[in-house]
Each structure stands twice: as C-alpha cells, then as structure tokens.
C-alpha cells in the first residue's frame, strides 16, 4: 500500500467505508460536511490512487441511482497480539473482517528475537493459506508499557529482555510493511470498540485480566495513551500496602493478588494445603495449576476455588470502583484469559463497584465481559494500523 489519504476529508470518507462496508456516493453526502461537488472530487481521486473502488449500483432512493464504493477489497493487514503466554495472528481486509487467524502458546519470557521468528513463522503460514500474498502494514501488541510514537517496550515487569527493543523497526524491515505497536490491552478496547461490545461506546474502560491486568482508557472514541504511553497500568496500583513482593519490584501490587500467575500460586497453595480436593487431584496429574483449573473446579462447586475467584475479583474490583469514581465511564468491560472464570469473577466485581462508586457514576453503568475473546486483540492490533495508514501521510 503506496497511497495514502491527501486531506482530512478523503480520511474521513476512508474511515466511513472501512467501518460502514461499502456505501453509496449519496450515502456519503449524507454523513459528510461537503457540497456534492467537492464530494464528487474527493471521491474521484481516491477512484484514482486505488485506495476504493466501485462497487456497483447502490439502492434506488428515487431518481438517478448512485453507485457504492468500497475499500480496496485487495488490501490486507496483519494483526498480531503477544501475550504472556501466547500469540495470536490474524489478516483481516480493509474492514478489518478477520480472514484467517491462528494460535500458539509462547512464552514471552524466552525475549523477541523468539517470539518474532514465531509470529513471522505464523504469517507465513497465513499467507500460504492463500488469504494474503503480502501485507500493507501490521499493528503489534505487547504486554506491557510502550512508548508510543516510537514502538518501543519500556521496563516491561513481565518481558525480560524486551526494555528498548525496536519492534516496530525491527517488523516493518522482516514484513516490508508499516508496522505499529501498543500495549495490548490498548488493542483489546480497540478491538470491542470496532467489533465486539463496546461498539456503541464513547467512554469507556477495557480490563485485561490475563497473566498481569491492565486497562485500556477510551475517551471520545479515540485510546488515551497518556503523557508517555503508560497510561492504564492499574496492575500496578497499590491493592494492600506493604504486601506481597510484586514482579515489578513494589509491594503489595493487585498483579500480585490476582492476574493469571497470582491465581495460579494461590490454587496450587490450596492444593498444597489440603483445602481443594479437586484443585489436589489436578496439580498432581499435571504437576503445576493455571487460571482454567481453578475454572473448571469452580466448575464443579469446589468451594476453595470459589473464593479464590471472588477474592481476585473484590481485589479488582475494588481498583475498578476508584476508577470509575475518577473517571465516570459509560461502560466497562472485563476481558482477557482470567474471563474463563465467567460470572462467579464478573459478580465479584460487579459488587464492589457498585457498593463502592458513586450512584451518580454507577446508576446506568454496564459492566461486562468482551465478547471477542483472543479476536478482540487482533481485530485492534489490524485497527490500529488502518488508523495510521487511513491518516493524511
């Protein structure tokens, strides 16, 4: 992808399209401030560059019938979550419909030169599928802080190795692409925004609740990054003074009260202790304990299980309360791999926040599960690469 948008105005209408699917010319007028003229040029020169195409007559509103345009349909991009413990890889066209994605666990911990000879492993893979012969640029994911404009992990607590690492230069050379990178949980918000349940939202938050938590902050429509791009690191809030060693190297951290890795030291000690039968049986068949056994012993009314989940979710829920006193969203979501706990962790949450925030905040607010699950990541890795390629270069 060579051409890029000229002015404000063809970003807009590119922006219409990719979220709209295609759309008349009439259809257009009606959403854009522009005399029909200065549509009809703006349109035409990005006829020209072949950023959009036509796409045959549109419905009759009486008289002349106006012919849609579409977004390239040939455009493609590559969205790419990297958690703690997996990646996930997706190509999604130019309305960011997702055309293959595929899945695999990886340790973050064993650095990037690893983890990105899987995920260029994995976009070989796609790409041989026939769903791609190549990229126009991809959005990258990682979990922990980036420094924005550059694309670089800064002091990441759960990426040893990533401080300063150039991810997005070092992509865009392997991928022959732009490349832009997040935090992933920026990308998750972005991702239920474009396609899952915060689709009507303006204001909102998105929790992360996998191996660590975060929370992606979104105000107008649009992530705010803050200063410096660390915005949303609330894992690091302080949840009980002077308390647990956190791998950040404070005290008392809510990461080291609940998150994946949390939950997972708290089950095997129940195990250990004699406190879950069901928790016991699993550690000893499969020798260590992850957030989806203490799922599936909840499952089953294990009451050790139980609480371990409704104290995670108080925890955080307690967080979210301040956040929502701070901030008074329109909705709040709660996703990420810890979510397979399901309700009996939503209802925890759900109480503290509104037990604790103000009736003004809490009286009409939604709090809910994502509904995209590992998509929600690369639908807003793909996102926020079509953002950047649909701006005014």
């Not at 397979?340 to 009286?363: D, E, F, M, N």
Request: proline share 6%.
């Amino acid at each position: 992808m060579t051409a890029r948008p000229a002015n404000a105005h063809q970003a807009r209408l590119l922006r219409l399209l990719r979220d709209g699917g295609p759309t008349s010319r009439a259809q257009l007028g009606d959403r854009m401030d522009l005399s029909r003229s200065r549509l009809a040029v703006e349109v035409d020169r990005l006829l020209d560059t072949g950023l959009v195409i036509a796409d045959g007559l549109a419905a009759s509103r009486g008289g002349r019938r106006s012919h849609n345009i579409r977004l390239s349909p040939t455009l493609r991009l590559l969205g790419v979550d990297i958690g703690a413990t997996s990646v996930d890889v997706s190509v999604t066209n130019a309305e960011l419909e997702v055309l293959g994605h595929l899945t695999q666990p990886m340790d973050v911990r064993e650095g990037p030169v690893a983890v990105f000879e899987q995920v260029l492993a994995m976009a070989g893979k796609l790409r041989a599928t026939g769903v791609a012969e190549g990229f126009d640029g991809a959005g990258i994911g990682v979990p922990g802080p980036v420094r924005f404009p550059e694309g670089v992990p800064v002091a990441p607590p759960i990426m040893p190795g990533w401080d300063g690492f150039p991810v997005r230069e070092a992509l865009s050379q392997e991928l022959g692409c732009p490349v832009m990178v997040d935090n992933d949980v920026n990308l998750m918000a972005m991702g239920e925004q474009q396609a899952g349940v915060a689709r009507s939202a303006k204001d909102f938050l998105c929790v992360k609740i996998g191996t660590g938590i975060g929370c992606g902050i979104v105000v107008g429509g649009e992530v705010y990054r803050g200063t410096t791009g660390s915005a949303g690191d609330i894992g690091h809030i302080v949840a009980e003074p002077d308390g647990r060693p956190c791998a950040c190297g404070n005290r008392g951290c809510l990461e080291a009260y609940f998150g994946g890795a949390a939950l997972a030291r708290d089950a095997e000690a129940a195990a250990r202790e004699g406190r879950s039968p069901e928790l016991a049986a699993r550690l000893e068949a499969a020798g260590t304990l992850a957030a989806s056994d203490v799922a599936a012993a909840a499952a089953t009314g294990d009451a050790a299980a139980l609480d371990l989940i409704r104290e995670g979710g108080t925890r955080t829920g307690q967080v979210i309360a301040g956040l929502v006193s701070f901030f008074n969203p329109g909705l709040v979501v709660i996703g990420g791999g810890v979510t397979g706990l399901g309700h009996t962790l939503l209802a925890a949450i759900r109480t503290q926040v509104y037990r604790q925030s103000l009736p003004l905040a809490t009286g009409n607010l939604p709090i809910v599960l994502g509904e995209l699950g590992p998509l929600a990541g690369v639908i807003g890795a793909a996102r926020l690469i079509s953002d950047h390629l649909l701006s005014p270069a």
